[in-house]
């Protein structure tokens, strides 16, 4: 989330798997990689956030905009 508030981000704005890959992955030791998939799974169900079809691009929701 912090990654859409620092672009300004509106609904619908999406964190393309490239954003994906520099700004979180590359960044991660392997004890972390668990905690972002329970994440990313929170932030889903909450519906802050939509994955897209290729599995790593990230939509931000209305709601997850008005949280912001």
Same mark, same amino acid.
């Given at each position: ?13 999406? /964190? ?7 700004? &979180?992955?590359?960044?991660? =030791? ?6 972002? $998939? +329970?994440? /990313? ?7 802050? &956030?939509?994955?897209?079809? =290729? ?6 929701? $209305? +709601? ?5």
């Amino acid at each position: 989330m912090k990654w859409f508030k620092k672009e300004k981000a509106a609904a619908g704005h999406v /964190m393309t798997k490239t954003d994906v890959l520099k700004n &979180i992955i590359k960044n991660l =030791d392997p004890k972390q990689d668990d905690v972002l $998939e +329970k994440a /990313m799974n929170e932030l889903t169900s909450g519906g802050l &956030i939509e994955t897209q079809e =290729d599995g790593f691009s990230l939509m931000l929701t $209305e +709601k997850g905009a008005d949280a912001l």
